[in-house]
């Protein structure tokens, strides 16, 4: 079975045991990230989260007693709250969409692998404006991978995100016979996070067609059509 996040995320600030530190620690590491949105990572400062969280000053330094477990576990929340459902969700639709095509054994070949292409296209394609259209999520995200750059022990957890997204669709990409899953990930991966970045900084017409077109030229390279696919054919 897939690990999942909280098998690997897990918090290191202070546990609240009372229903209302829960809801004070909470308030911390939402003041936390909204302080990463607006002014980046470099922001986050007991001082300043306290303020944002309108809690007193020692409140922030009793949970967390230092700013690298203040952003660990403001990360973590943020996967929790935000991604946590991302990969899972995008996984599911993708195994549903190729049971339909197996289902319709009825069908022309070449015509069953044509509407595969573009059903696995329009989810993508779905799942790319998503992620545009969550702006303070993307914000966000990009200001802890930013960090990670320079934080070793703050990187070794952003990765794990991104790497249990890799890992799903390296799945489906089994049960779509790729020849090489895990190297056809990272194209998929790599271009997604491509395509995120660029649509969120210009999304016109002609953007989001050439973002459609280079889901579907990537999904036909990938999956070798002209020769079918295993379970299509």
């Known amino acids: ?10 918090y290191r600030g202070r546990a609240a045991l009372r229903s209302d530190s829960r809801v004070r620690r909470k308030a911390i590491l939402e003041a936390a990230l909204r302080v990463i949105e607006r002014d980046g990572v470099r922001g986050v400062k007991h001082r300043a989260v306290a303020s944002e969280a309108d809690v007193p000053l020692a409140a922030t330094t009793y949970y967390f007693d230092d700013i690298h477990s203040l952003l660990h576990d403001a990360f973590v929340h943020y996967v929790e709250t935000r991604l946590s459902n991302d990969s899972a969700s995008l ?3 993708a195994y549903l969409l190729i049971q339909q095509f197996e289902e319709s054994p009825g ?8 509407q595969l292409i573009e059903g696995i296209v329009q989810l993508l394609f779905d799942h790319v404006l998503l992620q545009v259209g969550q702006t303070a999520e993307r914000r966000v995200e990009v200001a802890f991978r930013h960090e990670a750059l320079c934080n070793k022990d703050l990187a070794a ?21 790729s020849e090489d899953p895990q190297a056809d990930a990272q194209v998929v991966m790599g271009t997604l996070l491509y395509l995120e970045y660029n649509l969120s900084l210009s999304k016109d017409e002609e953007q989001l067609a050439r973002a459609r077109e280079a889901l579907r030229r990537m999904m036909t390279g990938l999956l070798r059509l002209s020769d079918g696919l295993g379970f299509v054919s």
């Open 1 to 10: 079975m897939r690990p999942t996040f909280d098998d690997i995320l897990q």
């Open 91 to 93: 996984q599911n639709q």
């Open 107 to 114: 069908q022309d070949v070449s015509q069953r692998q044509n």
């Open 157 to 177: 957890v952003v990765a794990i995100p991104h790497g249990l997204q890799l890992q799903a669709i390296q799945e489906c990409l089994m049960v779509l016979k």
